[in-house]
Structure formats: C-alpha cells, structure tokens
C-alpha cells in the first residue's frame, strides 16, 4: 500500500508565501514523478508542477516564475514553494505520483489535498 501525505495548507495574505510537502510511503520500489496538481474554484483541476525523479521539473503557465517545486529522493518527498501568491491562487492543491509499488500494478496515486486560501 501506498499512500500520500501532503501539509502545509492554510491562508496566506496575497503576495505572500507558502510551502507545501507531500511524502510518500510504504511499500515503494521507486518514484518516477511527484506532481501538484490544483482544483481553484469555477475551473478544472490544472496541473501546477511536474518533478521527475531525474529532477526535470514543469510549471503550469499561471506559476511559472513564480511557484518552485523540487524533489527530496531520499525522503520521497516534494515540495511546492510558492512565492507572491495571488488570489487566483486559492484552491485545493492535491500531490500526484506515479511509484513504482511492492505487489501491486497501481502506479498513479493522488492524496487528499490540502487547501490553500489566499486573502487580500
């Protein structure tokens, strides 16, 4: 069993900052990717940052410049730095992962999300 833990939510004034972490554990063989996708109200879930486990990383247009993502290996964890946040940024922002797990053929995991509520 696999399982994804993100943290760090919670409101923020716009222009300021916050960090998200989202950690995998059990029974894993091997990352290939951590991603951060978000659900903001009135849209689709988009996609935020891609990290492959070879440290390539994605942005979606309406971060990029701003948000950073990176990828501790050894501690099969991902983190969404997020810096000048807007208000547009409010959401649920849910971690993504494709892993490689002991005994089982799933491969594409999601965790609960954690909310991000940006005020003016």
């Known amino acids: 069993q696999v399982q994804l833990m993100e943290s760090g939510g919670g409101l923020v004034q716009a222009g300021g900052s916050l960090r998200l972490s989202c950690t995998a554990s059990?029974?894993?063989?091997?990352?290939?990717?951590m991603n951060w996708y978000r659900q903001t109200p009135g849209k689709q879930r988009e996609l935020v940052a891609e990290?492959?486990?070879?440290?390539?990383?994605t942005y979606g247009d309406s971060v990029k410049g701003r948000f950073t993502s990176t990828m501790d290996n050894a501690r099969n964890t991902v983190y969404l730095h997020m810096n000048s946040l807007k208000l547009e940024d409010t959401g649920v922002y849910y971690c993504?992962?494709?892993?490689?797990?002991?005994?089982?053929?799933?491969?594409?995991?999601w965790g609960q999300g954690t909310e991000v509520i940006v005020s003016s």
């Open positions: 990290v492959t486990s070879g440290e390539t990383t």
């Open positions: 059990g029974d894993i063989f091997s990352v290939d990717a």
């Open positions: 993504n992962a494709q892993i490689i797990g002991l005994g089982t053929l799933q491969y594409d995991y």
